[in-house]
């Protein structure tokens, strides 16, 4: 049976965590952020297991809707500086608490993510420390 790889993010901003451990998908905290579609506000929680799309929202997203997204504590939008290659919506890049980043289109719908590490050895190390056999 597949290890399930739960990614813990922080606020690039003021580095506090984005993990809720009370709203929980597949037995793991899920990630809290603000939301913003249109001229509605909400709260997502996203699933934490890296490969998994499952999300609640108090607000409703339809299929192919940009959502721009914000720190639950500092209210900053979280974007990165990269735009999907699938879809051409903006990238969300959330820097993983143990190193690296986690960077995931802003568009309902598309699947484009991936994590990313700037020291590769140092970081794939401790990935592999932390989420290894």
């Not at 959330?94 to 986690?102: A, C, Q, S, W």
Request: proline share 4%; hydrophobic share 35%.
């Amino acid at each position: 049976m597949a290890k399930l790889v739960s990614i813990e993010v922080i606020c690039p901003n003021n580095r506090k965590s984005l993990m809720d451990r009370d709203t929980l998908l597949h037995e793991r905290p899920t990630i809290k952020l603000n939301i913003q579609n249109g001229t509605n506000y909400g709260t997502v929680r996203l699933c934490s297991v890296y490969d998994c799309y499952d999300q609640v929202s108090d607000i409703t997203i339809n299929d192919g809707e940009i959502v721009r997204f914000f720190c639950p504590d500092c209210n900053q939008e979280l974007k990165g500086n990269m735009t999907c290659e699938l879809c051409g919506a903006p990238l969300i890049s959330l820097p993983i608490k143990m190193g690296g980043k986690v960077m995931f289109c802003s568009r309902k719908g598309c699947k484009n993510h991936f994590v990313a590490f700037a020291d590769l050895s140092t970081e794939i190390k401790k990935f592999y420390e932390e989420y290894g056999n």
